[in-house]
Nanobody
Framework: VQLQASGGGLVQAGGSLRLSCASS????????MGWFRQAPGKEREFVAG????????EYAATVKGRFTISRDNVGSTAYLQMNSLNVDDTANYYC?????????????????WGQGTLVTVSS
């Protein structure tokens, strides 16, 4: 499966962005999806994950209540709605897919990756 992330940009603190991850090449509903981020000089970290049908979601503690992950299996796209952004959310954001039924916060468990989309939050 191929993944294409988009939607990043520059936003002021307190603002919102919605990231998209378009999938092609295989049936999208076969994959659990995840969003990860990596800030300069830091390790890649789990942000959110969503199960095949979108019934189960998980979030990192740092984004819970502010970010919402969703998916459209007909349109083969996953989304990450990000609200109340703060400067600590500045990072490259990556979408990832794994053909397994459970969400995993370990980035090494995801086999397919999109290119990063940069989110910059200014104070």
């Amino acid at each position: 499966v191929q993944l294409q992330a988009s939607g990043g940009g520059l936003v002021q603190a307190g603002g919102s962005l919605r990231l998209s991850c378009a999938s092609s090449g295989d049936r999208f509903s076969f994959y659990t999806m995840g969003w990860f981020r990596q800030a300069p000089g830091k390790e890649r970290e789990f942000v959110a994950g969503i199960s095949y049908a979108g019934v189960v979601t998980e979030y990192a503690a740092t984004v819970k209540g502010r970010f919402t992950i969703s998916r459209d299996n007909v349109g083969s796209t996953a989304y990450l709605q990000m609200n109340s952004l703060n400067v600590d959310d500045t990072a490259n954001y990556y979408c990832a897919a794994r053909r397994a039924p459970t969400i995993d916060g370990n980035h090494e468990s995801y086999y397919y990756w999109g290119q990063g989309t940069l989110v910059t939050v200014s104070s």
